[in-house]
């Protein structure tokens, strides 16, 4: 049976759990390398968790994930969602502390994915945000 | 996501983490993570059984380090797989919490 490349996630970090297994079911289907999985992982993780913490409205409905992982060469996921502007691509790179008591807590989520995925790239449109996230097959 | 401690002869607690750090995994031992943090001087965190790690279980772990660390004490990390060795290297961990390959140089790291 073909595997579904779509998930629709609700807004809760406590039910975020879904999507390892998925991502891990499409990379096996797909033959993908483990390390593009675990990037996948990763920055999705990210992703949805900074979409949530950023507007946690219950009524913005859910959080929908494609993959498209059709080209030999890259991995598209695309993460869509209601509600406020949210930009990942404009947020500053977090400032490197010197030592473990200067370390701020927190922050480091888009940075894990500007370095893990190959390219970022958000839209507005309709009042929906779009982030999409490029993962070359060769990392 | 799971946890287990051993107290070894030498005061150093070894903690061994196996499974996900991420949302699910850190939220599953955030209690008694923080607890064994703000009660042990000298702390190993075992992470060769972690197989994934997030910015969650990157929270859990520096906030563990530093209420360690404001007590006088030390904590460092063994032993991470190469996947989840990147995730510290490039969020600047390791330059933070030291990373040892072994048990053997961890222990010997924090023992008072």
């Known amino acids: 049976m073909p595997i579904e490349r779509r998930l629709a996630v609700p807004r809760d970090l406590g039910r975020l759990d879904v999507v390892a297994p998925w991502v891990d079911a499409v990379a096996h289907a797909g033959d993908w390398p483990d390390k593009l999985s ?17 507007d946690a409205d219950p009524d913005g409905g859910p959080i929908a994930i494609v993959i498209d992982d059709s080209d030999s060469r890259r991995v598209a996921v695309r993460v869509e969602s209601a509600g406020k502007p949210f930009d990942p691509t404009r947020y500053p790179e977090p400032v490197t502390a010197e030592s473990l008591v200067e370390a701020k807590i927190g922050g480091q989520g888009i940075h894990l994915m500007r370095s893990f995925a190959s390219a970022m790239r958000y839209e507005r449109r309709d009042k929906r945000n779009s982030i999409e996230l490029i993962f070359d097959r060769i990392q | 996501m799971e946890l287990a401690v051993e107290d070894m002869e030498s005061g150093v607690t070894l903690v061994r983490l196996n499974g996900r750090l991420d949302i699910a995994g850190a939220s599953v031992i955030d ?15 075992d992470l060769s059984e972690v197989t994934f790690l997030a910015s969650m ?55 008072l």
Do not use: W
């Open chain 1, 38 to 54: 675990f990037a996948v992982q990763l920055c999705l993780e990210e992703a949805l968790a900074n979409i949530i913490e950023h």
């Open chain 2, 57 to 111: 279980g990157i929270r859990l772990l520096l906030g563990s380090a530093k209420t360690v660390t404001s007590k006088g004490g030390h904590m460092v990390l063994m032993a991470p797989i190469a996947d989840v060795k990147n995730v510290l290297t490039t969020a600047g961990i390791d330059t933070l919490i030291p990373v040892y390959p072994d048990v053997q140089s961890a222990v010997a790291a924090v023992k």
């Open chain 2, 31 to 45: 209690l008694r993570f923080s607890a064994l943090a703000g009660s042990r001087r000298s702390m190993v965190v």
